[in-house]
């Protein structure tokens, strides 16, 4: 089995040609001591079988992030049988970057440039074999996103590493002296590379430690400070702290430059100049441009949902057609009630609440995907940084966000557009206290309920209270997950608009949808199976249930924040599913029904409304109001953020906050009603 590692910057491409290469045969999990997703998978061409490691992008091979940490160990200790860099043709200068960075490990290499069919929208003619015998590497013009050039790929893929080649980085060290040497009776690197020429530093040339020390690398100043004496390493640092910051001065100039020299032969200037269209000029305009972007977003929610709603419904129709069967089976072979009542209740229920929920998150990975593969996903983004600034984030965390309003868990999945894991994270701690549309329902149907014709004044105060609740959180998680001094504006060149490619969205898509399915059927299951053991009784009345006996004990607890025990398993039933809470209340409150079948159902009673206002205070009210408009998603999103974020620990901190201030405002809300009304 050969080993490929996938090398590039954010936005090369390098994701679309690993999801291309692995399909369904990949995994992701985190790095040995890391937090940062790893990614690998396995593909097979002729009778060779082919590992593949999607590296986290990095602009660069100095260690500063945790994830270029990660990318440059395995880079350098991680016996790749070929590190395959991958660059975006249409922006050569930026991108091939990370190829000067990597020269000087001596590693097999093989450069990929990815979306020629962009560098040839904008006029550009790159000689792929010009750029290949300059380097003395192989070097490959593809487009990874269409699957007609994957047959080159594999047989350069092969030659490459039949043949190993590396690069060197004997050019850029001349470059680097030249430019070091101006004025100086000698250069910093030859005196650094004559004071460390004892050591060994096995597949990394001289030349490439010496130009990380004078970049600052941590993880190179650590290496060489633990393998020289200390009198040594104070010349070394005399050298290091005389150059001060223009030490990477001088070898980024000299990788600069470099890039320059080889592009000059290699690359013709554009022949067109490409300019904005009418369109863009709308759609990137500072005020013209949050219309066009909420109104393109009023129309991909109703897309999501269109493709949504269907499914949700032929999964319930289903779910009511197969209950009977299996209670109907079980009666002719003579099994227990409690069979078909554990069936219908855990297994068949959670898994329609389970497959339903799927179509929301098939639909928004679909619509997202199709906005981003098109080219307008970069215009929303450019158009609202500004406003997500304010909070640490920048404009890509704009559509995952709102997606939120459509579900929850589709939305958790959407982060991945972001660049660090610490923005990933901050912007699904903003997200589940976006409401979907099932917790809106909930909310307003309670309010109107109580209060009437009031009810939409409600609405007013919930999009109030989300803001508040923005600022809380950049207060308490933004500094942490995104400290100041690492916030940076976004930069980015818009990209040309084409035709989305739907083989490769499409197969991605269903990939992501059935990894989230499998994480989030177990827990559904788990919960479902604990509400069935606690509601469950032989007569079918809640009164005589566990439920009915642990709702008693807990009520001086749960009346602190104002709901009797009624109202907290209420509350706790909406962690199953928003709707699910309505489906609780009518059990608890008639106790005459079997409370799963009603939570899968959604039958909330035609007399639920009447029934609570005779039985719940207006102060009750408020309280358990307050409490579900900032409850914790349901158990989907939640098996969703922990399969994103790969950390039970932050999964649980994100609840524990969200529990903390619904019950928190429900405390407040409660006692000032009971001083008011």
């Not at 079988?49 to 590296?55: E, G, N």
């Not at 030859?190 to 490439?208: A, C, S, T």
């Not at 910051?245 to 430059?257: F, H, Q, S, V, W």
Request: hydrophobic share 50%; with cysteine.
């Amino acid at each position: 089995m050969k080993t490929i590692a996938l090398l590039g910057q954010p936005n090369s491409g390098k994701s679309t040609l690993f999801n291309a290469l692995t399909g369904s045969h990949q995994h992701v999990g985190n790095w040995p001591g890391k937090t940062v997703e790893r990614a690998e998978g396995f593909f097979s061409h002729g009778e060779e079988l082919y590992r593949v490691v999607d590296l986290p992008g990095s602009y660069g091979l100095t260690a500063n992030s945790a994830e270029e940490v990660v990318t440059r160990n395995f880079v350098e200790h991680g016996n790749a049988d070929i590190v395959c860099i991958i660059v975006d043709a249409s922006q050569l200068e930026r991108s091939l970057y990370m190829l000067a960075d990597f020269a000087g490990i001596e590693r097999p290499v093989m450069l990929v440039l990815n979306m020629m069919d962009v560098a040839e929208q904008k006029g550009k003619k790159i000689d792929v074999q010009k750029i290949g015998k300059l380097l003395n590497i192989p070097v490959l013009g593809f487009t990874a996103s269409d699957l007609d050039g994957y047959p080159v790929f594999f047989e350069t893929l092969k030659n490459a590493i039949e043949k190993p080649s590396e690069i060197s980085s004997e050019k850029i060290r001349e470059l680097a002296l030249a430019s070091a040497s101006e004025g100086r009776e000698s250069s910093p690197v030859v005196v650094l590379e004559k004071l460390i020429e004892d050591l060994n530093f096995g597949k990394r040339e001289k030349f490439w430690i010496v130009s990380k020390l004078l970049e600052n690398d941590t993880l190179v100043y650590a290496e060489v400070e633990a393998a020289v004496s200390p009198e040594l390493w104070r010349k070394i640092r005399n050298v290091l702290d005389d150059e001060g910051p223009n030490g990477g001065l001088i070898t980024g100039e000299a990788k600069y430059r470099f890039i320059s020299e080889t592009l000059r032969e290699v690359a013709s200037a554009a022949a067109k100049t490409v300019k904005l269209s009418r369109f863009d000029k709308i759609a990137t305009h500072r005020i013209w441009g949050k219309f066009v972007a909420f109104f393109i977003l009023v129309i991909t929610l109703a897309v999501s949902m269109m493709i949504a709603v269907p499914i949700i419904a032929s999964c319930f129709g289903l779910q009511g057609v197969v209950e009977p069967l299996v209670v109907r089976a079980c009666e002719s072979l003579g099994l227990w009630p409690a069979v078909s009542s554990f069936v219908n209740s855990v297994i068949v229920s959670g898994l329609a609440v389970t497959v339903a929920m799927m179509g929301f998150v098939f639909a928004i990975l679909v619509t997202f995907g199709l906005m981003e593969d098109t080219g307008y996903l970069a215009r929303s983004s450019y158009v609202f940084d500004s406003w997500l600034s304010c909070l640490g984030l920048h404009g890509k965390a704009f559509m995952p966000l709102v997606s939120g309003l459509a579900c929850t868990g589709g939305a958790v999945c959407g982060t991945r557009v972001l660049d660090t894991r610490g923005q990933r994270l901050f912007a699904m701690v903003l997200l589940w206290s976006i409401p979907c549309g099932a917790k809106v329902s909930v909310v307003l149907f309670l309010a109107s309920v109580f209060f009437g014709s009031a009810a939409p004044l409600f609405g007013l105060i919930y999009v109030a209270m989300i803001f508040a609740s923005f600022w809380v959180s950049s207060r308490l998680f933004g500094r942490k997950l995104v400290p100041v001094d690492e916030r940076v504006g976004m930069i980015m060149e818009l990209p040309p608009y084409h035709k989305p490619h739907w083989k490769i969205l499409l197969k991605t898509v269903c990939r992501n949808v059935w990894e989230v399915f499998k994480k989030a059927i177990f827990v559904i299951w788990l919960i479902s199976l604990v509400f069935w053991i606690l509601s469950y009784s032989r007569d079918g009345l809640v009164a005589h249930s566990l439920l009915y006996r642990i709702g008693n004990f807990i009520e001086p607890f749960t009346q602190i924040f104002g709901m009797r025990w009624q109202l907290f398993i209420s509350y706790l039933g909406g962690v199953f599913s928003k709707e699910a809470s309505l489906g609780v209340m009518s059990v608890v409150f008639s106790s005459s029904t079997d409370a799963f079948s009603l939570i899968a159902r959604n039958e909330a009673g035609a007399n639920l409304g009447e029934m609570m206002r005779a039985a719940v205070s207006l102060p009750e009210a408020l309280a358990f109001i307050f409490a579900s408009m900032f409850n914790v998603p349901c158990v989907l999103t939640m098996g969703t953020t922990y399969r994103e974020t790969r950390s039970a620990k932050w999964t649980a901190a994100i609840a524990g906050y969200y529990f903390a201030i619904s019950l928190g405002l429900a405390f407040i809300v409660y006692h000032i009603a009971l001083w008011v009304l």
